[in-house]
């Protein structure tokens, strides 16, 4: 039998191919949970961003409402607002998200004492996030009367 030290037998090379392909797996499969991962914290924090974003735009519009009466809309997911003073719509949603829920139209005027929004927020394009939303349940009350009235000591 000839031996040759300089040179690398089948069987050894084999098993280094063996253990070789087991880690790569095992890498990729860490790999890829954590851009799965990475990509729902993404999704939940676009959701929960633009939700703060629109109801802060509505509450403004709300306590303003005297001076600028205003409709509410959601239109082909989008929520737009449109004052009575100006001629045209303004979407305050991510094109990218689509809203449901009520009111789905709403005029705000100065009789308005109550605005309650129950919105529900999906992605568009779930991409294995289709199990994603993101809720928003308030109520806007107009914090005080314009009677006039009052006392002071």
Same mark, same amino acid.
């Given at each position: 039998?000839?031996?040759?030290?300089?040179g690398?037998?089948?069987? *050894?090379?084999?098993?280094?191919?063996?253990?070789a392909?087991?880690c &790569?797996?095992?890498i &990729?499969? =860490?790999w890829?949970?954590? *851009?799965?991962?990475?990509?729902r914290?993404?999704?939940?924090?676009? $959701?929960?961003? /633009?939700?703060? $974003?629109?109801?802060?735009r $509505?509450?403004?519009? #709300? #306590?303003?409402?005297?001076?600028k009466? &205003?409709?509410?809309s959601?239109?082909d997911?989008?929520?737009?607002?449109?004052y009575?003073?100006?001629d045209?719509a303004?979407?305050i949603? /991510? *094109?990218?998200?689509?809203?449901?829920?009520?009111?789905?139209? =709403?005029?705000?005027?100065?009789?308005?004492n109550?605005? *309650?929004?129950?919105?529900?927020?999906?992605?568009?394009?779930?991409s294995? @996030?289709?199990?994603?939303s #993101?809720?928003?349940?308030t109520?806007? @009350?107009?914090p005080?009367?314009?009677?006039?009235?009052?006392q002071s000591?």
């Amino acid at each position: 039998m000839i031996h040759n030290s300089r040179g690398v037998t089948l069987v *050894e090379m084999l098993a280094v191919l063996t253990i070789a392909s087991v880690c &790569f797996a095992l890498i &990729f499969t =860490i790999w890829l949970s954590g *851009e799965k991962s990475a990509g729902r914290t993404l999704t939940e924090n676009d $959701l929960q961003a /633009d939700a703060h $974003l629109v109801q802060s735009r $509505l509450t403004q519009a #709300f #306590f303003n409402k005297n001076n600028k009466p &205003f409709s509410v809309s959601i239109i082909d997911g989008k929520v737009e607002v449109k004052y009575d003073s100006a001629d045209q719509a303004e979407i305050i949603s /991510d *094109e990218n998200l689509s809203y449901s829920g009520s009111p789905s139209s =709403i005029e705000v005027n100065q009789s308005t004492n109550q605005l *309650e929004i129950n919105y529900t927020i999906l992605p568009r394009d779930p991409s294995g @996030n289709g199990a994603l939303s #993101f809720q928003i349940n308030t109520a806007l @009350n107009y914090p005080w009367n314009d009677n006039g009235g009052g006392q002071s000591h």
